[in-house]
């Protein structure tokens, strides 16, 4: 059989897979916002940690995070770095979220903090953030698809084609499963990529090299001993100062457990216990990393000169002597990495654009809402395809800024939890002071007096003015603050 | 915190459940010394090869795994009041 072809039935198969693990789900939740949401809080611990691993590595580790060892070496281990501090809020949030979701039924994380703090504003506010900065992290996923389709079927399958298939199956999905779709299909998704990652991890250095120490070793003689110091590289080949790495670390870490889709699959798990143990057992997921690094180092001596350097993982299965078997099933590890964080994202800019955005401007019943989230699931899926098609690179800009965005709703979360002194103003002070001091250095980063990530900047003017302007005004109701706080 | 742990319906493994939260919260702010700095500075450089992994490769490997252990020693000895429907007392 032709090449061509064994590879188009491997993933045709993957997708049919995928579609079917997330459609049955749609049988079994009931036809309500709470189902569709949060999936009547019945997510079991198989599902939620996968929900939680898959969500979070994206086309981005599977291209980038190969793209950032082949080109900068040790700098690519902030990506393993962050996940093991960036986690462990969660094991304190995640189950207060929970209880109070079950008491109250919220399902997202703007309506926490909308009625802790009461305030209608700040939760229109994080809808429309949310839903700008998901939808080019959406595009990223759908690009990440239709890239890999299109350079190892040698252009048989064009970019439109590959992201379009790719995400009507994810769209079909999420339309009627809502997150248990999500949820089953990031199972599959998780363990095929899981084992893909390690297959090839293992696989690239013992074939180029006979093994992982001969191939840092090979790297060392190359003359590239440098590039496996820590910090490691920056983008020009240059080191990387401490300064820059220690911070890109710290700010993805405190925005790691706030991410809106990522907080609010606190709700979906079936108990309290489900919830910690999943984030107990996520580090596990982070050690499958190891071996996407070790892809992009197999090819620094073997490949060298690759541009982009995130196109690494494709040329190197394009230029091996590899069975179209092979080759198809990588493919679809890629599309499962694309697929799991962007249905995931899907479903929350919806949820979240018509919860917390729409719904809190008007009256809906919960038929007409949960039909006008699946009906933004379409119009977002859409407006993402569109970006896709005719992207250019104020996308990438506009998503790495989002990081240091996100970690700004940290300490309101945590004053949410933990702080009865907080107030409506000073959480609205620090929050919205610490994204425009965020956005004004990273638009202006000359203006910076330490080389350090603007999120650091954005932090601590949050913080400042959470602290003095809650102190300086008068306590938020108490009755209602107790009900947050005593929620641990 | 401290007013919390006053209430009066608090659980009664109080102490067990303080001193294995803080212990665990050290560990953490261990672990991000050790990774971010200047632990990760002292042991930043490629050899010796340990496992055949650079030694600031293997420097995170072995954090991730401390971290590990230290939520899974801390979901163990912490009291937490989760009965089986997940509901707080």
């Known amino acids: 059989m032709e090449t061509g072809t064994v590879i188009l039935i491997v993933v045709g198969l993957y997708l049919l897979i995928s579609l079917l693990t997330g459609i049955i789900p749609s049988l079994r939740i009931t036809k309500s916002v709470g189902g569709y949401v949060a999936g009547d809080r019945s997510m079991n611990l198989f599902v939620l940690y996968f929900v939680l691993g898959a969500s979070i590595f994206s086309s981005f580790a599977f291209l980038g995070g190969p793209g950032w060892a082949y080109s900068r070496g040790a700098a690519a281990f902030y990506i393993i770095a962050y996940g093991v501090i960036g986690i462990v809020p969660l094991y304190f949030f995640g189950p207060r979220a929970w209880r109070l979701g079950k008491k109250y039924g919220y399902v997202t994380q703007a309506e926490l903090l909308a009625d802790r703090f009461d305030s209608t504003f700040l939760s229109v506010m994080l809808a429309i953030l949310s839903v700008v900065v998901f939808i080019p992290y959406l595009t990223l996923q759908m690009v990440g698809a239709g890239y890999v389709l299109n350079v190892i079927s040698e252009g048989l399958i064009p970019f439109w084609a590959g992201a379009g298939v790719t995400y009507l199956i994810v769209l079909i999905y999420v339309y009627f499963s809502g997150v248990m779709g999500v949820g089953w299909s990031n199972a599959f998704q998780g363990m095929f990529m899981m084992v893909m990652a390690w297959v090839l991890g293992i696989y690239l250095p013992n074939t180029l090299y006979g093994g992982i120490g001969p191939m840092f070793e090979a790297i060392m003689k190359s003359g590239n001993t440098a590039m496996l110091e820590a910090p490691g590289l920056a983008g020009d080949g240059s080191p990387w100062s401490w300064w820059e790495y220690g911070s890109a670390v710290l700010v993805s870490a405190v925005g790691f457990s706030v991410w809106p889709h990522f907080f609010m699959r606190s709700y979906a798990a079936k108990n309290v216990k489900t919830m910690r143990l999943s984030v107990v057992l996520y580090p596990t997921f982070l050690l499958f990393l190891v071996p996407i690094l070790l892809i992009g180092f197999s090819a620094v001596v073997s490949f060298p000169g690759v541009e982009p350097a995130d196109s690494i993982l494709p040329t190197i299965l394009m230029q091996l002597d590899l069975p179209a078997i092979v080759i198809g099933l990588f493919c679809a590890g890629a599309l499962a990495a694309s697929m799991s964080s962007g249905d995931a994202i899907l479903h929350s800019a919806a949820s979240i654009a018509i919860r917390d955005g729409v719904s809190r401007l008007t009256t809906l019943t919960d038929k007409t809402e949960r039909l006008l989230i699946q009906l933004s699931v379409l119009v977002i899926g859409l407006i993402a395809y569109l970006f896709a098609v005719v992207i250019d690179i104020s996308i990438v800009a506009l998503l790495l800024g989002a990081y240091g965005g996100v970690a700004q709703i940290f300490p309101v979360i945590f004053a949410m939890f933990y702080w009865r002194r907080a107030t409506k103003a000073g959480a609205l002070a620090g929050l919205f002071g610490g994204i425009v001091v965020n956005v004004l250095f990273l638009v202006m980063p000359e203006l910076k007096p330490l080389p350090v990530h603007e999120g650091v900047y954005g932090l601590i003017v949050n913080l400042i003015l959470l602290v003095s302007v809650s102190l300086a005004t008068t306590p938020d109701d108490l009755k209602r603050v107790e009900k947050f706080i005593s929620s641990g | ?89």
Not at chain 2, 10 to 30: D, E, N, W
Not at chain 2, 34 to 50: D, E, K, N, R, Y
Not at chain 2, 60 to 81: E, N, P, Q, R
Request: with cysteine; proline share 4%.
């Open chain 2, 1 to 89: 915190m401290s007013k919390f742990n006053q209430r009066k319906n608090a659980p009664a493994k109080l102490v067990g459940m303080r001193s294995s939260r803080l212990i665990f919260i050290t560990v953490m702010i261990l672990t991000a010394l050790a990774i971010i700095w200047p632990g990760h500075a002292i042991f930043s450089s490629a050899t010796p090869l340990i496992f055949g992994f650079p030694l600031s490769f293997a420097w995170i490997i072995l954090w991730v795994l401390i971290g590990f252990c230290a939520m899974t020693g801390l979901y163990l000895t912490d009291s937490h009041d989760d009965n089986i429907n997940g509901e707080t007392n």
